[in-house]
């Protein structure tokens, strides 16, 4: 079964600095998806960025950046130029690309993100 | 433009009676659905998903099922509530297996 680790509960950034957040998972597939979810106080769940593993390149989107490392199982989040709407809960996400049970989620327990003034 | 709706937006029900919470999506056909619970301070947990009217797949043995009667609509239900189904319940839906899901704004439920 597939898993997924995130080992820091909580971080906290000054704003308009570079933060990192930590997921690893573990799967014996090789066609797979990641993602990292964003949940506000609103607990609105909002896509952040999507990663294919079949993809060497690292996914972008505007200030949010990966680092994804396929043989390492990582999976790692950069915020940049930390701003105070990126205060929220985020959580890593694994999705099988193929076979049963595809398109369904597998959450980590999240990292609280506080962007302090 | 797509949207997904899930009312009602909170609920406070005693142990022992029904629950159906509904989902809703506009702005495209046959989408796949899901339902997650998150329980407090935690990640989370996907409940039922679907990939058409009344093809239901669930993940986890528990109190709850869930239909489609029509193509964007899914429902959650529970003849009778457990003090343990209390949570935040999410409806999600995506276009095919492997895409992104769209989450909708959740339901919280507190069970009595």
């Known amino acids: 079964a597939q898993t997924v680790t995130q080992s820091q509960p909580e971080m906290s950034v000054q704003e308009a600095e570079t933060v990192t957040l930590s997921c690893t998972y573990d799967t014996s597939e090789n066609n797979y998806y990641l993602f990292w979810y964003k949940q506000p106080p609103s607990r609105q769940m909002i896509l952040v960025i999507r990663?294919?593993?079949?993809?060497?390149q690292n996914a972008t989107e505007n200030r949010f950046s990966v680092n994804f490392q396929k043989a390492a199982k990582s999976f790692s989040l950069k915020i940049s130029d930390s701003q105070l709407g990126d205060t929220a809960m985020y959580f890593c996400a694994f999705m099988r690309g193929y076979g049963g049970s595809q398109g369904n989620l597998i959450f980590g327990k999240g990292t609280k993100l506080s962007v302090k003034p | 433009s797509q949207t997904i709706h899930q009312w009602p937006a909170t609920l406070v029900q005693p142990v022992g009676s029904p629950l159906s919470l509904e989902c809703t999506v506009e702005g495209t056909s046959n989408p796949n659905l899901y339902w997650y619970r998150q329980a407090a301070g935690r990640g989370l947990q996907l409940l039922f998903y679907?990939?058409?009217?009344?093809?239901i797949s669930s993940e986890v043995p528990q109190n709850l099922s869930a239909s489609r009667p029509q193509d964007r609509q899914f429902i959650l239900s529970s003849k009778k509530l457990l003090l343990s189904d209390s949570g935040f319940y999410l409806c999600a839906w995506s276009v095919g297996t492997g895409d992104e899901q769209f989450f909708g704004p959740g339901t919280r439920l507190t069970v009595l």
């Open positions: 679907s990939v058409g009217i009344g093809q």
């Open positions: 990663q294919e593993a079949y993809k060497q």
